[in-house]
Each structure stands twice: as C-alpha cells, then as structure tokens.
C-alpha cells in the first residue's frame, strides 16, 4: 500500500475528499482492532477512530506522504487512546473521592441525628409529668386532643396549650444546644 498510500496521501493533501474517504475505508478496520484492543470497549475505539481521522484531515497540509503514514496513524490511535484511559482513571478517582465524601457526610448526619436525639431525650426528661404525659399520648399514641382531654379530665384547650408550650420548650432546648 506504500505506493497507494503516497498518492492517496497527495490527494488527501490537497483537500480531496473521496480520497480521505477511501483512505478510511483501507484504515478503518485494523485501526478499530487496533484501538478496541485497547480500550476494551468497541464503541469507544469506533469515537477515538472518528476523532483521530477529524484532526487527521484538519491537519492535512502537516502531512508528509513521502513518511510511513501507517505508523503516523497508528501512533496517533495510540495516543488518543492512552489519554482516553488516563481520563477515565481520572474519572473513577474523582468518583471515589466523591463517594467518600458522600459517605463521610452520612455518617455526620447519623451522628447529627442521633446527638439531636439525644438532646431530645433529656429535654423531654426536663417537662413537668403532665406535659409529659400529653406528648406521650399525643406523639406516641396518636390521641387527638379531644381523646386526652376525656382521659386526663381536663379541657381540649389546656391539652392544645401543653403541647404547644411542650413542643416550644423541646424545640428551643435542642436548638440551643446544637449552636
């Protein structure tokens, strides 16, 4: 293909496109072998093949056909190539560096979660026995106010008054000691 290869070269040169063309077609399968050897990934090598041939016929005027064009192009391949994988490494680092941070940053939020917890507990513990008592059978149970009024004998308005000043002294508690 020496010969071929100079004239094809001379003609690719000078800007003719059926002769790239066919420069392609005569390259395009052991390039792809070549490349998918590689990369291991056929659909990869196919892009890396496409992307050498574009700056391959950008640079048209930089060719020497009177050198061996068959060790250019496979040079090339093999470049493209190796800064494919070398990105892809890069890729994977980045993606192991952001998983770690990921899971770095859920265990802070089960430690955030289980210190809240905590300081919820000993609020809790700090309520009068009978706002206490309304929480429970409110939060834990489910009551409505009017099923706590009728067991506790006291008005609906007093249970919506505990809870509400119970739930306020629970929320300032925790988010003063979390500052």
């Keep these: 293909m020496d010969c071929l290869d100079e004239r094809i070269l001379r003609k690719v040169i000078q800007g003719d496109q059926a002769a790239f063309a066919?420069?392609?077609?005569?390259?395009?399968?052991?390039?792809?072998?070549?490349?998918?050897?590689?990369?291991?990934?056929?659909?990869?090598?196919?892009?890396?093949?496409?992307?050498?041939?574009?700056k391959l016929w950008d640079r048209r005027s930089q060719i020497n056909?009177?050198?061996?064009?068959?060790?250019?192009?496979?040079?090339?391949?093999?470049n493209m190539a190796f800064d494919h994988l070398k990105k892809m490494e890069k890729n994977n680092q980045l993606k192991q560096v952001y998983l770690e941070k990921m899971?770095?940053?859920?265990?802070?939020?089960?430690?955030?979660?289980?210190?809240?917890?905590?300081?919820?507990?000993?609020?809790?513990?700090?309520?009068s026995e009978k706002r206490k008592q309304i929480l429970y059978l409110n939060i834990e149970e489910g009551k409505s106010y009017q099923e706590i009024a009728e067991m506790l004998m006291i008005s609906k308005n007093t249970v919506k008054n505990q809870l509400v000043k119970a739930k306020q002294f629970l929320r300032e508690k925790v988010d003063m000691a979390t500052l």
């Design 103 to 127: 899971a770095a940053a859920r265990e802070e939020e089960v430690d955030d979660k289980e210190v809240k917890f905590q300081l919820l507990y000993s609020a809790v513990s700090l309520l």
């Design 22 to 54: 066919e420069l392609y077609k005569y390259y395009r399968t052991p390039a792809l072998k070549f490349c998918t050897a590689l990369l291991k990934d056929e659909e990869e090598a196919e892009n890396i093949i496409h992307e050498v041939f574009i």
């Design 65 to 78: 056909p009177s050198l061996n064009f068959t060790s250019y192009l496979f040079t090339c391949l093999r």
